[in-house]
């Protein structure tokens, strides 16, 4: 997955934060999940929440997901071990204060989802608003049978990539997506 987003020939980083929850005094745990470290003042202006399962040999199926309020929350504090750094580590986790527009629209959205799923903040327009409808025009002829996996292999047809991850092979339930789209899917994977 790249770590930017192409917009109008500009390289703007994008970053992504699971928000665990929050605590009483007024600090988020989150969860750096991007590929970099995340600085202090980058600004998150977009959420969702998206609640996934284990599929067959174990592969994880995102079986929701729900677009949230558009935000526009800069990372002001991060605390991590006990004290404050300048950035927060890749793929660990940090205690943070956001300032700006959303604050109380992320702990909304936080609050109206249970565990079982994530809520999380990137720094670039949601660009998955397609993925849902992809999602249930896969799941149709699957059964809700959501499997993710990637395969390095060359195939000349959708039907013999179907056969290379034991999917149903029948030419007619597959279709073309535009590039945008494929895109879209593709980035979030």
């Not at 700006?100 to 608003?129: C, K, M, N």
Request: aromatic residues 6%; contains cysteine; negative net charge.
């Amino acid at each position: 997955m790249p770590d930017t987003p192409e917009s109008a020939g500009s390289q703007t980083p994008l970053f992504t934060i699971l928000v665990q929850r929050a605590l009483p005094d007024g600090r988020l745990v989150v969860t750096n999940s991007s590929r970099k470290d995340i600085p202090k003042g980058t600004t998150f202006i977009d959420m969702y929440a998206e609640r996934a399962t284990l599929g067959p040999g174990g592969q994880v199926a995102v079986r929701d997901r729900e677009q949230g309020p558009s935000v526009a929350l800069r990372l002001e504090e991060i605390e991590f071990s006990r004290r404050s750094i300048e950035c927060i580590p890749c793929g660990h986790h940090a205690g943070v204060v956001f300032d700006g527009a959303g604050a109380d629209a992320l702990r909304g959205f936080l609050r109206s989802h249970p565990s079982s799923w994530q809520v999380s903040l990137i720094t670039a327009p949601s660009e998955y608003t397609s993925l849902p409808s992809i999602c249930e025009r896969i799941a149709d002829p699957r059964g809700d049978d959501l499997i993710v996996r990637i395969e390095d292999a060359s195939v000349a047809t959708p039907c013999e990539a179907a056969r290379l991850f034991d999917l149903f092979d029948s030419p007619d339930i597959y279709f073309e997506v535009s590039r945008e789209e494929a895109k879209s899917v593709l980035s979030r994977l």
